[in-house]
T-cell receptor, first 115, second 114 residues
Framework: GAGVSQSPRYKVTKRGQDVALRCDPISGHVSLYWYRQALGQGPEFLTYFNYEAQQDKSGLPNDRFSAERPEGSISTLTIQRTEQRDSAMYRC?????????????FGPGTRLLVL | AQSVSQHNHHVILSEAASLELGCNYSYGGTVNLFWYVQYPGQHLQLLLKYFSGDPLVKGIKGFEAEFIKSKFSFNLRKPSVQWSDTAEYFCAVNADTGRRALTFGSGTRLQVQP
C-alpha cells in the first residue's frame, strides 16, 4: 500500500478483556516496529521485527504484551487482560532494512481506551 | 541507554515569527537524528533527518536543523512560521549501534496564531 495502515483506529474495551491491534506495513518494507505513546509523551519503543523474526522485545512492559508477524508482513500486537494503564496510542512503523541507518515511516496509530 | 530532552513543551508564536525548538540527547557515540511532526488529526511524519555529513540539514516546508556534536544538540529552526505549522514536533535519536529502535523526546506543541 501507499503507507502504513493500522486497525482499528480506535478501540474501547473493558478492563480484563484481550485486544489485538493490527499493522500493515509499507509494501516491501522488511522491518516493522511497535511503539506506545501515552498522553503528553513521545512514543516509546515496544518491539520490532525483521521479516517474521522478532529482533528486540525489550520494550514490552510485561508478559501481557506480545507481538507476532508470522508471514513477514502484517503484524499483530496483542494485549491480554487489559488494564486501565494500557490506555494509550499504539503506533506502528516500518522501514527498509539495509547496511546503514534507516528511516521509519509511521502509521496513523490505534488509540486504545481501557475502561 | 540514550535519552532525548525537548525543553519547550508548548510554544506559541505569531505568523512570520522565527522558530527554534531545542533538542538535546544523551549518548556518547554516533547517532542518527530525526525530527518528526504530527499535524492535528494526522500521523507522525518525517520532517528531516541527519545521518552523517553536513551538520546543517534541510527538510520539508522550509524547516532545517543543525547537529552540534559538542553540545549533543539537534535544534529545529524555521525563519518564518505559518499558521499551517501548528503541530506537535518530536525529536528522536537512534544510536548507531545496530539497535534500531528510536528514542523520542516528549514533544513540543507549537501553536501559530494568525
Amino acid at each position: 500500500g501507499a503507507g502504513v495502515s493500522q486497525s482499528p483506529r480506535y478501540k474501547v474495551t473493558k478492563r480484563g478483556q484481550d485486544v489485538a491491534l493490527r499493522c500493515d506495513p509499507i509494501s516491501g518494507h522488511v522491518s516493522l516496529y511497535w511503539y506506545r505513546q501515552a498522553l503528553g509523551q513521545g512514543p516509546e519503543f515496544l518491539t520490532y521485527f525483521n521479516y517474521e523474526a522478532q529482533q528486540d522485545k525489550s520494550g514490552l512492559p510485561n508478559d501481557r504484551f506480545s507481538a507476532e508477524r508470522p508471514e513477514g508482513s502484517i503484524s499483530t500486537l496483542t494485549i491480554q487482560r487489559t488494564e486501565q494503564r494500557d490506555s494509550a496510542m499504539y503506533r506502528c512503523a516500518s522501514s527498509l532494512v539495509g547496511g546503514g541507518p534507516e528511516t521509519q515511516y509511521f502509521g496513523p496509530g490505534t488509540r486504545l481506551l481501557v475502561l | 541507554a540514550q535519552s532525548v530532552s525537548q525543553h519547550n513543551h508548548h510554544v506559541i508564536l505569531s505568523e512570520a515569527a522565527s522558530l527554534e525548538l531545542g533538542c538535546n540527547y544523551s549518548y556518547g557515540g554516533t547517532v542518527n537524528l530525526f525530527w518528526y511532526v504530527q499535524y492535528p488529526g494526522q500521523h507522525l511524519q518525517l520532517l528531516l533527518k541527519y545521518f552523517s555529513g553536513d551538520p546543517l540539514v534541510k527538510g520539508i516546508k522550509g524547516f532545517e536543523a543543525e547537529f552540534i556534536k559538542s553540545k549533543f544538540s539537534f535544534n529545529l529552526r524555521k525563519p518564518s512560521v505559518q499558521w499551517s505549522d501548528t503541530a506537535e514536533y518530536f525529536c528522536a535519536v537512534n544510536a548507531d549501534t545496530g539497535r534500531r529502535a528510536l528514542t523520542f523526546g516528549s514533544g513540543t506543541r507549537l501553536q501559530v496564531q494568525p
